[in-house]
T-cell receptor, first 112, second 118 residues
Framework: QKEVEQDPGPLSVPEGAIVSLNCTYSNSAFQYFMWYRQYSRKGPELLMYTYSSGNKEDGRFTAQVDKSSKYISLFIRDSQPSDSATYLCAMSAAGGSYIPTFGRGTSLIVHP | GAVVSQHPSWVICKSGTSVKIECRSL??????MFWYRQFPKQSLMLMATSNEGSKATYEQGVEKDKFLINHASLTLSTLTVTSAHPEDSSFYICSAWDRLKSSYNEQFFGPGTRLTVL
């Protein structure tokens, strides 16, 4: 079993839909949870990060962490064609010496 | 802030030649830099971790003699693909991490370098 599991998709939705992207993990030591967005042929850019459990909202994006279920989600409201990209989850243990573990990414396509 | 650049953005070379890719942190000092490889529609595969002034730590299965990494300063790391072969064709991405500033292991990624070996 991989430490981080993420469905590669692709996930295709119409413009304006609410998108739900998810990752599961097996390492209970993970404390920091991040979502990156990667456009085609570009490097990933950090969208959101969350420490431990709970929700975090930033504009149209909401990140949720459920440590009891080892499950994290990223919700995108009012999705736009410009949101079409690959979304990678990443997570790491507490402290400054742990390298994040990445999911394989979910390809999202928002069509007009 | 937290900008990372890579050069070149793309390179085509003949089989058997060596290619050097540079990764620079432009507005911060990167105590650690990472090199990733990404195949189409696949996630990031960590190749190695380099700390300034010390030897890189390579992930299992990555040939250190083929992928030479040098992290000579706090703002520059280089990856040299030696004797490149077509199977080395991939998207190479670096990231940088300021351990002193980031409390949650955030990495700042470069734009990537697409290597094509003919």
């Amino acid at each position: 079993q991989k430490e981080v599991e993420q469905d590669p998709g692709p996930l295709s939705v119409p413009e304006g839909a609410i998108v739900s992207l998810n990752c599961t993990y097996s390492n209970s030591a993970f404390q920091y949870f991040m979502w990156y967005r990667q456009y085609s042929r570009k490097g990933p850019e950090l969208l959101m990060y969350t420490y431990s459990s709970g929700n975090k909202e930033d504009g149209r994006f909401t990140a949720q962490v459920d440590k009891s279920s080892k499950y994290i989600s990223l919700f995108i409201r009012d999705s736009q064609p410009s949101d079409s990209a690959t979304y990678l989850c990443a997570m790491s243990a507490a402290g400054g010496s742990y390298i994040p573990t990445f999911g394989r990414g979910t390809s999202l396509i928002v069509h007009p | 802030g937290a900008v990372v650049s890579q050069h070149p953005s793309w390179v085509i070379c003949k089989s058997g030649t060596s290619v050097k890719i540079e990764c620079r942190s432009l507005d911060f000092q990167a105590t650690t830099m990472f090199w990733y490889r990404q195949f189409p529609k696949q996630s990031l595969m960590l190749m190695a971790t380099s700390n300034e002034g010390s030897k890189a730590t390579y992930e299992q299965g990555v040939e250190k003699d083929k992928f030479l990494i040098n992290h000579a300063s706090l703002t520059l790391s280089t990856l040299t693909v030696t004797s490149a072969h077509p199977e080395d064709s991939s998207f190479y991405i670096c990231s940088a991490w300021d351990r002193l500033k980031s409390s949650y292991n955030e990495q700042f990624f470069g734009p990537g370098t697409r290597l094509t070996v003919l």
